[in-house]
């Protein structure tokens, strides 16, 4: 709407402000033709740097696009097949004069407000813009460049994000300068140099976390009496519940293996117990796969514990106020408390009268 009503007012009131037209002679009407290039070895070196961080943030910003869609659609994307389409367009693009594609946020998230849930709505959108080419190219010309101004700065404060920002101030430190600095380098520098900064910073950020979860300790009479709680030898598991666990450190790249319990939720028991005694650290993205798990397995009627936390773990837990997904009575210190946790809330959870009312709170405790 504000394309068309921009437009339609700068040609009727023939206000005096460049278009397409003026600035770069029109858009080129019909398909483009198969170019095939020259090999140039004197280009490989100046040009290795910006092909590789050009292909990261293709990776980065599609795999974003996919992850809103799933929060957006409840469906589960599958990240391979879409690198590898990306991949694969972004190979011929070029040969025909294109530049590389990604996913887009807000042409994905428009989509899905819109009621595409299928690659059919994808596909509308690849014959409109190739209609457009083919068709209606002569007319871009009389588009205004403060019109295209205009909507990108919209569509750019529309991917911005800006309610995450309060959760990434509740983070580590760590974790805050390396937003901060691709942020600023972004602003002020280069795309390019932001994006190897900050990859460098988070593949830093992702040592540290591991090192430090590594400790050396001796094994005493009084550990052995703590470890108890935390073993589930000799503990009875009712029908009504399930237990999952979480071994090793749970970073951004191994969120995705938290999809096995989201693809058996229909068929789980009402409540779900998530061991994370063995989870040696965590980091903002595994953080969100916890909080995007609490809320389809509340969505989906059932209960979800917690226990046995680490150090580190807990510590970032409480720093971005986790429990407010889950209930602080549903993060457990060990399994043997998780299970006595887990027979309260069953049978909250059969009651539809407590659900009920529960439901009608501001901190909804499933």
């Known amino acids: 709407m504000a ?8 040609m009727i009131l023939k206000l005096p402000v460049e278009t397409i037209g003026t600035r770069f002679g029109g858009i080129p009407a ?34 974003m696009s996919a992850v809103a ?21 972004n190979i011929f693009s070029p040969l025909f004069g294109g530049l590389p594609a990604t996913g887009a946020i807000a042409r994905t998230a428009t989509n899905i407000r819109s009621g595409g849930r299928t690659p059919v709505a994808g596909m509308v959108h690849a014959l409109t813009l190739l209609a457009i ?9 009389f588009v205004p460049l403060s019109v295209l101004a205009a909507i990108l700065l919209v569509v750019a404060y529309n991917m911005g994000d800006w309610s995450e920002i309060p959760e990434l101030l509740k983070l580590s430190n760590l974790e805050i300068g390396t937003w901060l600095i691709t942020f600023l380098l972004t602003v002020f520098a280069d795309l390019t140099v932001a994006v190897e900064a900050g990859m460098i910073l988070a593949a830093l950020v992702f040592i540290r976390k591991v090192t430090i979860t590594t400790t050396v300790s001796e094994v005493t009479e009084e550990y052995l009496r703590e470890g108890y709680a935390h073993i ?13 666990r979480i071994h090793g450190p749970f970073l951004f790249g191994a969120t995705d293996k938290i ?15 998530l061991r994370l005694r063995n989870m040696t650290a965590i980091d903002a993205t595994g953080l969100q796969a916890l909080e995007n798990l609490a809320d389809v397995v509340h969505q989906s009627g059932r209960g979800l514990i917690l226990c046995g936390a680490r150090e580190q773990p807990s510590r970032l837990m409480r720093q971005a106020e986790f429990e ?27 009651d539809p009268h407590a659900r009920a009312a529960a439901l009608g709170e501001t901190v909804t405790v499933s």
């Not at 394309?3 to 700068?10: E, K, Q, R, S």
């Not at 483009?32 to 280009?43: G, T």
């Not at 999809?259 to 117990?273: C, K, S, T």
Request: proline content about 9%; charged content about 15%.
């Open 232 to 244: 589930l030898q000799h503990k009875e598991i009712p029908p009504y519940v399930t237990i999952f």
């Open 69 to 89: 869609s799933d929060r957006m659609s409840g469906d589960r994307h599958n990240p391979n097949v879409e690198l590898m389409g990306q991949g694969v367009a």
């Open 30 to 63: 019909g398909l483009p033709a198969l170019k095939i290039p020259q090999f140039r070895a004197d280009l490989m070196r100046p040009l290795i740097s910006p092909a590789i961080t050009v292909a990261m943030l293709g990776a980065i910003e599609s795999l």
């Open 324 to 350: 407010q997904h889950v209930g602080p009575e549903n993060i457990c210190a060990s399994i043997s408390e998780a299970l006595e946790r887990a027979k309260a809330l069953h049978a909250f959870l059969a």
């Open 259 to 273: 999809g096995e319990i989201l693809a058996r939720i229909p068929d789980l028991p009402p409540v779900i117990i």
């Open 3 to 10: 394309l068309f009503a921009g437009t339609a007012l700068v």
């Open 133 to 141: 080419v083919v068709f209606a190219a002569p007319l871009a010309r």
